[in-house]
């Protein structure tokens, strides 16, 4: 049995088959998410089970500065701060 491409979702043979991210490919359909770049298995970067060119590629600094409990904390309290309510604490 011939997979489906994780990009087209028409069946991928073998001779034109990348096995990558855990899911098969036609090779002209890996390609970067963004810039669509053709890749190969040398030079992709997996973000997400799906394909990135380097200069693409999710940098992981991003979301960690986005996403620590502190970050998000000052993140609602500047909303709260930015919000005028008649009762500041009924949510809390
Ligand atoms: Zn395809
Ligand atoms: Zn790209």
Same mark, same amino acid.
């Given at each position: 049995?011939? +997979? +489906?491409?994780?990009?087209? &979702?028409?069946? !991928?043979?073998?001779?034109?088959?990348?096995?990558?991210?855990?899911?098969?490919?036609?090779? &002209?359909?890996?390609?970067?998410? !963004?810039?669509?770049?053709?890749?190969?298995?040398?030079?992709?970067?997996?973000?997400?089970?799906?394909?990135?060119?380097? *200069?693409?590629?999710?940098?992981?600094?991003?979301?960690? !500065? *986005?996403?620590?409990?502190?970050?998000?904390?000052?993140?609602?309290?500047?909303?709260?701060?930015?919000? !005028?309510?008649?009762? +500041?604490?009924?949510?809390?």
């Amino acid at each position: 049995m011939n +997979p +489906p491409c994780a990009r087209c &979702g028409k069946i !991928v043979y073998p001779t034109e088959k990348v096995n990558c991210l855990d899911k098969y490919w036609h090779k &002209g359909c890996f390609h970067c998410e !963004v810039c669509k770049m053709t890749l190969n298995m040398k030079n992709y970067k997996g973000y997400e089970k799906k394909p990135y060119c380097s *200069a693409h590629y999710p940098k992981t600094s991003f979301t960690i !500065v *986005a996403d620590t409990p502190e970050n998000l904390r000052l993140k609602q309290q500047s909303e709260l701060q930015s919000q !005028v309510k008649p009762h +500041p604490h009924a949510a809390l």
